[in-house]
């Protein structure tokens, strides 16, 4: 009736047609062609002024501002004379107000079913709103239970079931499942929801699948968040308002941009609460701390959290374990009130994307203390998901990290290997920055985890014990000279921010690529790709080219900071160079396993498991005298700095090793002939 309708719109009896079925046609997806039959109505006829009203409302409840849609829901309440199908229309509309009050976190009153006026889109109805409070609970697979055997989501014959189709695809998606191609009929939602003239309903449609691509993937845009959530703000949308700024806090997060992140999960948190909706409260909370680890923060063990239940008690559970990892304690074991370390559960993925890739230095320790089932299990549904953004099967695809920072940033910083700052791809001479303490605020930035620095920090790593009035002074004057070089765009602005208020000089990394940056994302990802060893090889062999032999120069650092940020890189190294290594012996890349973990041991020579692996690669080699020298090396640094000797692991693999290789010497023969030298010497 409607595509007929829409064809003859013009005549009176379209209108009529129109006004008399407005509230059917609504939820079909013809909400302006019922607005314009409310437009055209006789205001002389009683009748037809009743059915407008009643089709006003059901247009505002899909479109309009929640204070419209309350006026025109007193307005209808309190007709008194009503026939059977207006009846029904006001069952219809007010089914589409309780959508809409789920959105907005108002509570619902408990709608009993009427077999007498609910049809089909009234049935489709009451599911969507069972589906989407499992969401809104964070209770995602019950949700996709509740969905999995419903036809009325493959339907796509109006709001109703376009509705549920994005539930479906929701569940589907926060469970790790890879939605089968135009499987769902999440394609033609946003279809529906166009056509129906509901700029509302699209807008939540496109930040709902902007949101899941970022928490589920690797993604560092929204597009157009603020403009989403702005619409959605002026509709008293406070539900999905908070969700999307949410997966935008995450967003800003994988870009280093932590200020804004950090207002993005605060805003998230108050409209959570003002939603009364407690899982999106803890998530943002999680992923408020998360920012704070991030940048650099040690946080507290004791969680405060508002609402009860599993959903909102595991992500307290992970708050806790992301405290435990920003402390560095990774020796003594995580309380889980909800988790259980024997499974994972499918509805914290999005959680543990965000705490092993996304939290710098934690992330790594988040792997030592978080049980290794989950680690595989999610590196496992992840890199599934992520392969399927790639292969186009969910559409709209940003640029992830690297693509990004390469193609659009126009300053570049290698602090790896060298030193050296790029504008627009022209290399800037050594004494451009000035004097050395110029360069060295600026190395100091760009090694700087948040790429932040107080002040007083400032002072402290560029020119040590100064008082503060003389190292203000000329911190003054390097900031200067260094922000009217480094400037960009036909604005020339400087890519180096001061703030007044904050006391902090940061980098603009909007502007910015650093490649400390680069090499920590890539090492991060094979690490937390364990069980796809083609990938954890990629990834390896990329973080090995980009470190280079390590951080360019030591700078004199009076405060430590420089030192203890190169030893942490260092030891990111080592960590993707073993597990680089052991994925590619699995590879059968024998020589690339021996060189990522000869890499390691130029690392830390008495790192047992590079040793492990390295002599295991040489055996399957046949190199004899690779793995002697090696065993030596290890033995000599073992009994110079801890006077103690070789396990017996590491002696077993060297004899595994060195019979593979087809030699008869074993490490018992290899110590005799050393303490034979020795003693000669002697």
Known sequence: MGFVLDAIRDSALAMSFASRHGVDLVCAGHASLVSRSIRLSDPNDDAAQQRALINSLAVAEVSAKRDEAVGLRESCSALTKTDVYEKSALRHAAMLGACRELMSGRRIARIRRNPNLDDDQIELMYDHLHAAKYIVDGKFLAGFDALLDNPGRKRMDGIPAAMLADDFYICEMMLGEVPARNGSGTGSSLEVFTECGSGRLASIHLGMRSALRILMGRVTAFPEVEKIVTRLGSTDDLVPQSAFLIAAAVADLRMKAYASASVRAKRAASLARDASADYLCAAASLVADAIEVAAGTELEGKVRSRGSGPAVGALNDLRRMLAQASRGDTSSPVRFDVLQRSTCSREILWALNLLLNDCGQASRNIRSIMPANWVRYSSSLLGAMNESQDQGDVPERNFGEGDKEKGDKPVRIRTLGTFSVAID?????????????????????????????????????????????????????TVCLARKILRVGDDRESVILTGRSSGRIALDMAKVTIDVDEFEARANDALSSEGMDRSVVALASEARDIYSGGVAEMIDDPSGAIESRIE??????????????????????????????????????????????YVTALGVLGRTAEIVTAYRRYKDALVHKYHALPSEPVRKSVDEALEHSGSSLTAEKIDGVAAGADEEAS
């Open 568 to 613: 942490s890189l260092t030891t990111l190294h080592a960590d993707v160079m073993v597990a680089g290594a052991k994925a590619a012996l699995r590879e059968g890349k024998t020589y690339l396993s021996s060189q990522l973990s000869g890499e390691a041991l130029k690392d830390d020579s008495l790192r047992e498991d590079a040793l492990l692996q």
């Open 425 to 477: 791809g022209r290399e800037l001479p050594v004494s451009a920055l000035g004097a050395r303490r110029g360069r060295n605020l600026v190395y100091a930035l760009a090694l700087t985890r948040g790429h932040s620095l107080a002040k007083r920090e400032a002072i402290n790593m560029v020119w040590g014990d100064y008082d503060y009035s003389t190292g203000n002074q000329k911190l003054y004057e």
